[in-house]
């Protein structure tokens, strides 16, 4: 009994031995721990302050109150003010057909023919029946005189050369009725000719020679580019301020610079299906080095009023947190300042936004730079031109380069 007591003691004593043992073990590493956090600490303070981001002054834009141009964003393809179809107005073979697209034709000029011979025959048919028809005037007007003398003379009564005058005014009229045909075989012939009704450029060539064409069948599109026109569908709520007269700014496809165009015609009606409105731009093609094509995609702003007030380039706001900001540069450091973008228009060919929410004059990061950590230091890089001897050139506008304080 005394010897398990014992045991049991000897038992007590190592474990608590052992416990005592991970707990200077766990203090230790603890220790070890704060003073590996110490020293981080400190060789972090240790190290020189951070960099500052250095830009070039075209990489601000300042907050300034400007004339902004209202606009209306629209869009469209461009047409030929003036443009036709010509059709074949009499049904037949197509001859001398020999335009093809991009081919220039002339007010007037004779593009195809329509082969004649059926209304040649119809002339010849019509003018034997105008013939007959003056023989039975003929004929009546002698039976008309015949009857006139003998109603003269008491031989016959007065009826019968009633019934002769009726009968010489129906052949009459048969004869003119006869001649009216001859006009319109005639007619028929002369439609055999198609002619261009502009002056332009053949677009399409719908039908080819040796085809037999229908009345109203298409042969060719013609399109006078000397005059090109936007189509611009515009809602119902936008249509209201547009005016004739009003100018835009459009970028068309192909085309290196801008065009400028304005409001020439405005479509009284609505779109029965889509309720829109369309507008009419005359092209200006001043100052184009390239020629406009029908067809072309272009799109553009539409000036419809003046604003002033405090505005930025709408490419310096981000969007990239839950409420739009900018970057300005507030004592040289980077400052996220939350805006309200309001009515946007266009100043020196730029799209700007009027912001509620930023001083004047407060230099604002252009959207070219990208997001920078608020409180990052910058410092714009000395300008070459105006100082010989600066030692660092001029940085591009819109980069971003790391430099030492």
Known sequence: MTRAMNKMKWIKWITAIVVIAALAIGVSRALLAKKIQREAAAALAAKPTQSAIELARTDVVQVKSRDLAEGLAISGALKAANSVFIKARVAGELQDLTAREGDWVKLGQIVAKVDPTDSIWRIKQAQEQADAAKTQIDIAQRSFDNNRS????????????????????????????????????????????????????????????????????????????????????????????????????????????????????????????SRSVIAYLAINPAGLKVSLRQGLFAQGLLGTGKQNGLSLPVTAIRTDKPSPYVQLIDNGRVVHRSVQPGLRGESDGELMVILAGLPDGVDVLRGSVGQLREGTQVKFTPDANANPNAESAPAKAGTVSQASQ
């Open 150 to 273: 003998l109603v003269e003379q008491g031989f016959i009564s007065k009826t019968a050369l009633d019934t002769s005058s009726s009968q010489l005014l129906g052949a009459q009229a048969t004869h003119k009725a006869s001649l009216a045909g001859v006009e319109m075989a005639k007619k028929s012939l002369d439609d055999t000719i198609l002619r261009s009704p502009i002056s332009g450029q053949v677009a399409q060539r719908l039908t080819q020679p040796g085809e037999r064409v229908a009345v109203d069948g298409r042969v060719l599109e013609i399109v006078d580019l000397s005059r090109i026109e936007l189509e611009a569908s515009l809602s119902a709520g936008d249509s209201v301020n547009v005016k004739l007269g009003q100018t835009a700014t459009l970028q068309i496809e192909g085309v290196p610079n801008s065009v400028a165009a304005t409001v020439v015609r405005i479509n009284p009606s609505a779109q029965a299906a």
